[in-house]
């Protein structure tokens, strides 16, 4: 339940489909709008722990996923999978919402700096254009942890979020320039956040969003 309101006190976060920001759908995937950085240097990846996993059974991958979430919860006692889960979802929601919104004062305490530098960079060529992001997301079909990673008591956890969106952009004319105020597009995207565990603050922090295989 913790977990959860520490999602809920981040208040509204980011995210929504721009061209400067969205690579072209792979051609096999026609729904699928993927999410990544224009400028390969903006590209947030996540360095290889020796503690993690994206397979429960992890023969090979160093601990199990279930091992590394126990690991995390005999760190922090509030942290449970169902509601780190039921807490993300509702950040997802949020995130879309404010990023779609260029509410960068919103923005600023929920995401690393690396990741609110790149956003901000496409809110502000936005605004300089004049252009208007409409945004729905229409609803999320699926949430689940994909991988987790714990290194001392730095925890990552990727989840990887199946969503219905639509958007479209507008330019100061009022001329939809990008998109399709009509079309519902299927997503995949895997968003990482991360805390420390035996830090003061609760919170979790988006530290990478990376497009998800389908």
């Known amino acids: ?24 759908p792979p051609e096999d995937i026609p729904t699928q709008k993927p999410f990544s950085f224009e400028d390969k ?18 023969p090979s991958g160093g601990a199990s996923l279930a091992h590394i979430l126990k690991a995390m919860a005999s760190l922090d006692p509030t ?4 509601s780190f889960l039921m807490g993300a979802k509702e950040a997802f929601k949020m995130i879309v919402t404010a990023f779609a919104a260029g509410d960068k004062e919103t923005l ?18 936005r605004t300089k254009n004049k252009e208007t992001v409409h945004f729905t997301l229409h609803g999320i079909r699926d ?3 994909h991988q987790a990673t714990l290194q001392g008591s730095q925890a990552t956890i990727d989840v990887i979020f199946d969503s219905d969106q639509a958007e479209f952009i507008k330019d100061s004319e009022g001329v939809i320039i990008d998109g399709d105020e009509h079309h519902i597009i ?10 420390d565990l035996k830090a003061p603050n609760p919170n979790w922090a988006l530290v990478a969003v990376r497009a998800g295989s389908a």
Do not use: N
């Open 1 to 24: 339940m913790l977990d959860i309101l520490f999602f809920l006190g981040l208040a509204v976060y980011f995210f929504i489909r721009y061209r400067d920001v969205l690579g072209k």
């Open 41 to 58: 240097g903006d590209v947030i990846t996540l360095k290889p722990d020796e503690v993690t996993s994206s397979d429960p059974s992890s």
């Open 79 to 82: 942290f449970s999978e169902k």
């Open 108 to 125: 600023a305490p929920l995401l690393s700096a690396t990741v609110f530098k790149t956003f901000c960079k496409t809110i502000d060529q």
């Open 143 to 145: 949430a689940m942890i």
């Open 186 to 195: 299927e997503v995949r995207d895997i968003w990482s956040f991360a805390r």
